[in-house]
């Protein structure tokens, strides 16, 4: 069966789908780099304010626990090594991806 009519459809559909995936694509990517801006901004925020949102959901309002062991006063180093890392049991996945963030984090975490 030669010329085909259906044959310029067929091709402006796979185009389309083509498309579809490369949009999708770069959207991720878009969305990857302004996650990372967003991270810059929050290195701004104090060690509480961090706490507050990336650790009480689990250690408790207070940190001394609830669905985690109470970190209150734990050592500053060993706090922004979790944070970044996460526990070796895996229980706690990595939560922070900004030295910074941690740094600030531990250190308010050991002081309470
Ligand atoms: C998704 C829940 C979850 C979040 C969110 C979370 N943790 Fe944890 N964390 C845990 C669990 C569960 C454990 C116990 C893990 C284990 O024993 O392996 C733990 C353990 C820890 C420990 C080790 C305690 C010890 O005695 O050695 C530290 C330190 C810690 N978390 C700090 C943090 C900090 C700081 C944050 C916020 C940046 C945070 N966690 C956010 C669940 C969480």
Redesign the pocket.
């Known amino acids: 069966m030669k010329n085909n009519p259906l044959i310029p459809y067929t091709l402006i559909m796979a185009f389309g789908i083509a498309l579809i995936f490369f949009m999708s694509f770069e959207g991720a990517a878009d969305k990857n780099s302004a996650d990372g801006d967003h991270a810059g901004e929050t290195a701004e925020l104090s060690g509480e304010d ?2 507050q949102k ?2 009480i ?3 408790g309002g207070d940190l001394t626990g609830g ?3 109470s ?1 209150v006063g ?1 050592d500053a180093e ?2 922004k090594d ?2 970044l890392n996460g ?7 990595p ?2 991806k900004n030295e910074a963030e ?1 740094e600030a ?2 250190e308010y ?1 050991s002081g309470l």
């Open positions: 961090i706490a990336n650790c959901s689990c250690h669905g985690g062991p970190i734990l060993h706090i979790v944070a526990t070796e049991s895996g229980a706690m996945p939560i922070l941690a984090v531990a975490i």
